[in-house]
């Protein structure tokens, strides 16, 4: 049997392949919030919530003007970004329906409540938050997790964004 990964190994950041750099910027930073940490003219930018080096970079040093890979091939499946309350991933929400960003999918999954997006170039995002640990479904044996996918309260989660503090 392969040993286990060490549980304090995290995902640190993802780079996309954009075809437009400030198409991109207006997307991470103009709607969902990120802040700009260094940009490379229209190459290349770094963004991150918080001051951090950066969680996503944006490129297109070999994707300029390019167009989303077809359905049916390989590649990123989407990115996942955690917020830590349920009150932000709800203002995150009401910015996404502010700026007219369409939802593919909002998701109850017992552990978590998700939203599914598309970014300008068609990179898979997802908008979540987690439950408290103790709060999430367990089987009958208390071994492990029992996560499901029903339809999310998405008026709900609104609610909870306005009372953001």
């Not at 930018?45 to 359905?71: C, D, K, M, Q, V």
């Not at 390989?74 to 349920?86: C, E, F, K, Q, S």
């Amino acid at each position: 049997m392969s040993e286990t990964i060490d549980p304090r190994v995290r995902i640190g950041h993802v780079h996309l392949k954009v075809a437009n750099i400030q198409r991109a910027l207006d997307f991470y930073c103009g709607v969902l919030g990120f802040e700009l940490q260094q940009g490379w003219d229209d190459q290349a930018a770094f963004i991150s919530a918080g001051g951090y080096h950066h969680h996503i970079g944006l490129n297109t040093w070999e994707s300029r003007g390019g167009s989303p890979p077809p359905p049916g091939t390989t590649g990123l499946y989407h990115l996942a970004i955690l917020y830590p309350t349920r009150e932000l991933l709800g203002d995150a929400l009401r910015r996404l329906l502010e700026a007219g960003v369409r939802l593919e999918g909002a998701s109850d999954h017992g552990v978590s409540e998700a939203l599914y997006l598309r970014d300008p170039d068609g990179n898979g995002v997802e908008l979540y938050w987690d439950r408290p640990e103790e709060e999430w479904p367990r089987p009958s044996d208390g071994e492990g997790v029992a996560m499901f996918t029903r339809p999310l309260d998405v008026q709900g989660l609104l609610a909870a964004g306005t009372e953001r503090p």
